[in-house]
């Protein structure tokens, strides 16, 4: 039988939070993070290579980007418990949306939206923000190592409104379910995709890449919409919408597919070149080995 406690733990602790002033939550999220940077030395050493082999920086300008991305991470974690807080009426409090037209027209079309975005800021409130701004949200949730964790996580979406499906076999039929209600669907491109994945550029090093979001974009003529969530100086979010993602019809669908997987690949490439310290350089993006052109 799983360890119930965890989760009435995180359930206590969310609750806690909740009932913080917001700028306690960001202070404390900065000091754990300090610590989490100094202990997590696997995560902290994986971190440092990656970033200074993918941005070419200094050493110590490397160091403080990931210091950054470790505080950022702590604070995510803080205001993931915080969700439950978060309103319809108090929603421009925390987070605000640029460019929001572009979810709007794509939304219009009635035919669902690949969202495209990655592990940049607080990926968690990203959805929570759409919903409670009141666009229609699902997520294919992936399952996590600790499925007590996960349950906390999936009852604190589905309270802000995200529609979930549980990643597994029927991970396809429940996309497909998604976007025909209309709604929108995440798509986070950034994680290594393993041997099944297609291999492209990223961050100057061949990397094994997720095909799902070209994939539902070429076969179900779903528009797809590049979204990512960054922080506020001076505290809270910011969703940066960007223009539908659009590739020149070839006639092959194959290389359309694969055209639509570079050109998605490079914007969030450069999403995590303009925003270094929001992203999570610690996750093994390329773990899977390129052997060439035969791969």
């Known amino acids: ?40 030395v696997r995560q902290r050493e994986r971190a440092l290579r990656q970033a200074q082999e993918s ?9 403080q980007i990931i210091r950054l991305s470790f505080i950022n991470l702590a604070q995510s974690f803080l205001e993931i418990s915080y969700t439950p807080a978060l309103t319809k ?11 929001k037209h572009y979810l709007e027209q794509a939304v219009s079309k009635g035919i669902g939206v690949a969202v495209l975005t990655g592990h940049i800021g607080n990926w968690e409130w990203l959805g929570a923000g759409l919903s ?41 039929v429940s996309a497909v379910k998604a976007l025909k209600k209309g709604r929108m669907l995440g798509f986070l491109t950034d ?19 997720y095909t799902g979001v070209a994939v539902f974009s070429q076969r179900f003529e779903i528009p797809v919409v590049p979204v990512f969530i960054i922080r506020r100086p001076e505290g809270g979010h910011k969703i940066v919408v960007g223009p539908p993602v659009e590739i020149e019809p070839s006639g092959n669908q194959e ?23 929001e992203w999570l350089w610690f996750q093994k993006r390329w773990n899977t080995k390129w052997e060439g052109e035969k791969a």
């Open 191 to 209: 994680q290594d995709a393993g041997p099944d994945g297609m291999f492209v550029d990223f961050l100057g090093k061949m990397a094994s890449t």
């Open 1 to 40: 039988m799983a360890i119930a406690w965890q989760y009435y733990t995180l359930k206590i602790v969310s609750f806690i939070v909740c009932r913080m002033p917001y700028s306690w939550i960001l202070g404390i999220g900065k000091f754990l993070g300090r610590i989490y940077y100094l202990v997590a």
């Open 55 to 63: 941005l070419g920086l200094s050493a110590e300008k490397t160091e």
């Open 132 to 172: 409670h701004y009141g666009f229609r949200v699902a997520s294919i949730v992936k399952r996590q190592p600790n499925d007590q964790y996960m349950r906390i996580l999936t009852e604190i979406r589905e309270q802000a409104g995200i529609e979930c499906y549980t990643r597994g076999t029927a991970e396809l």
């Open 255 to 277: 290389n359309d597919i694969k055209n639509m997987v570079i050109k998605t690949t490079q914007i969030v490439e450069s999403a995590i070149r303009q925003y270094p310290e």
């Open 89 to 99: 009426k108090n929603i421009q409090q925390y987070i605000e949306i640029e460019n």
